[in-house]
């Protein structure tokens, strides 16, 4: 029998059960996303709880929101590469941890409940690592240089042995490849054009763990067609759910679906993305 294999797809997207809060967990994702752990590579999903050691990436035109276990939310730009490091057992208490963005844009915002909580927290872009004592920091590592936007608090960048203390809010640090770092003013503009590289709008097309609509995928009567529409969509950064379902007379039928979406509209605009990526794939909106 195959059930054992199909029950793995099933449950492999469920939060592990574990003693202690995990450090982070995923809130959103636009696909295409994965997680790489411990040697191998899984399709990211809303409700995910993220080890130290993960290490999250995003395709082409996705984003991905996650939240860590001491109230901060980090979001997530395309061709993003995020690596998660934390120390001790409590994370939602006292979090005490590295953030590593390796390639890609990200934004860091502690909620303002949250502001006392305790943290150690320090965040590597490229060549730089940013000592955050800011409750909102947006920053990007590519070919061209490093950047670390203050929105609000402050942070201590240290880059090529100099440290550099931001303390004025809505200013930025510049750092191009192979020239000299500049802290710059940050105007309303500017700051909305980075912010848009991060953010999740209405009609992206994410799915979160609250959504009722969902794209079915395909439904077979064998569990090895219903595992190659999964693999499919899972291996093009898509997180599909295997569901038997008992058949009048005998016998089980595979549904295999993305869920999550909060309207046909977000849906839909999963739907196109995932068609250019595994063309073989025919999803539909359906609650």
């Known amino acids: 029998m195959r059930l ?8 492999a997207l469920l939060p592990a059960i574990a003693g202690a809060a995990a450090p982070g967990t995923v809130e959103l994702v636009q696909a295409p996303a994965w997680v790489e752990r411990d040697g191998r590579s899984l399709a ?3 409700g995910m709880e993220l080890k130290s050691g993960d290490v999250v990436r995003t395709g082409e035109g996705a984003r991905a929101y996650l939240l860590l276990a001491e109230g901060s939310r980090v979001k997530l730009g395309e061709g993003a590469r995020f690596g998660l490091q934390t120390q001790g057992m409590n994370p939602e208490k006292t979090f005490r941890g590295a953030l590593d963005v390796l390639a890609g844009a990200f934004r860091f915002t502690t909620a303002k409940l949250k ?36 929105i609000e608090g402050r942070i201590e960048i240290i880059r090529a042995g100099a440290t550099t203390a931001m303390t004025q809010a809505m200013s930025y640090y510049d750092a191009p490849r192979g020239k000299e770092a500049e802290v710059k003013p940050l105007d309303a503009a500017f700051l909305a054009k980075l912010a848009r590289q991060t953010d999740i709008l209405p009609g992206d097309g994410a799915a979160g763990t609250r959504g009722k609509w969902r794209l079915l995928l395909g439904s077979a009567t064998s569990q090895d067609a219903a595992l190659e529409i999964h693999d499919q969509a899972r291996d093009a950064g898509f997180a599909p759910r295997i569901r038997p379902q ?3 007379g005998g016998g089980w039928r595979y549904e295999v679906a993305i869920a999550g979406f909060a309207s046909a509209t977000e849906a839909e605009a999963a739907a196109a993305r995932l068609k250019r990526t595994a063309p073989g794939l025919k999803p539909v909106a359906t609650r």
């Open 44 to 46: 990211l999903a809303p």
């Open 246 to 248: 008992a058949v009048e």
């Open 4 to 11: 054992p294999n199909v029950m793995f797809a099933l449950l």
């Open 115 to 150: 502001k006392a909580v305790p943290r150690d927290v320090a965040i590597r872009v490229g060549t730089a690592t940013v000592g955050i004592r800011g409750t909102d920091v947006w920053g990007k590592t590519d070919k061209d240089g490093d950047l670390v936007a203050l």
